[in-house]
């Protein structure tokens, strides 16, 4: 069965820690992406990679930066957390173009 | 700017009933169309992707329909029970690169 798989379901972080949140996928997807999820806000897409090495900034970048060293990982990382990045965080993988996502089953990150 | 609009926002049926979830676009050059459902807490999961070359597709008690021309999706779910409780997003990927606008989804309640 084809997988994205986010590294932890609950995350506790204090302000001003770094963090990282890992994204894995075993389908050799080339897309992969980083979506927030707050209520009344919808989804919100902070980045996405087209390719190892390869990002673009979504929507919402501020505040966070992302690394792709290799083609089944995409990290997402909180440079310095805030409490307004408290959210729900999920991961996506797809092929290019005509094809759909799959989700990884979500990291509630909360920043005290 | 691709906009994606699901109405109603929630929904609340008798177990049993037929129903139909709405989606509409606003820019017809889409490469393909997905339904996802997403339980509380949790990640997205999806039911059903649309070519943008179909007019449809099933699978089980769903069928979802696609009509580029006036910009509208719908998902069809029959006979409905009470584990179909759920938000239900519908996401349009507009781009080359496969990115994906998503609507803001329906709570679906269905009572016993």
């Known amino acids: 069965d084809v997988k994205v798989t986010q590294s932890s379901r609950y995350l506790v972080k204090r302000t001003g820690e770094k963090v990282f949140l890992e994204c894995v996928q075993d389908m050799d997807h080339e897309n992969m992406f980083w979506y927030r999820q707050d209520p009344g806000l919808g989804l919100r897409l902070i980045y996405f990679?087209?390719?190892?090495?390869?990002?673009e900034k979504g929507d919402i970048p501020e505040g966070y930066s992302v690394s792709r060293e290799k083609k089944e990982r995409f990290s997402l990382i909180l440079e310095s957390a805030s409490t307004n990045q408290t959210s729900m965080y999920l991961c996506?993988?797809?092929?290019?173009?005509?094809?759909?996502?799959?989700f990884g089953s979500g990291t509630r990150l909360t920043v005290v | 700017k691709q906009e994606v609009t699901q109405i109603p926002a929630a929904l609340s049926v008798p177990e049993g009933e037929n129903l139909v979830l709405n989606c509409s676009f606003t820019?017809?050059?889409?490469?393909?169309l997905q339904w996802f459902r997403q339980d509380p807490g949790k990640g997205l999961t999806s039911l059903l992707l649309i070519q943008s070359s179909q007019r449809e597709q099933t699978s089980g008690r769903l069928n979802a329909s696609l009509d580029k021309s006036s910009g509208r999706s719908t998902l069809y779910i029959a006979a409905s029970q009470p584990g179909d409780s759920a938000t239900y997003l519908c996401a349009v990927i507009n781009t080359n690169a496969g990115k994906s606008t998503f609507g803001d989804g329906t709570t679906l309640t269905v009572k016993p």
């Open positions: 996506a993988s797809s092929y290019p173009r005509a094809y759909g996502y799959t």
């Open positions: 820019d017809s050059a889409i490469y393909n």
């Open positions: 990679s087209y390719d190892v090495k390869m990002k």
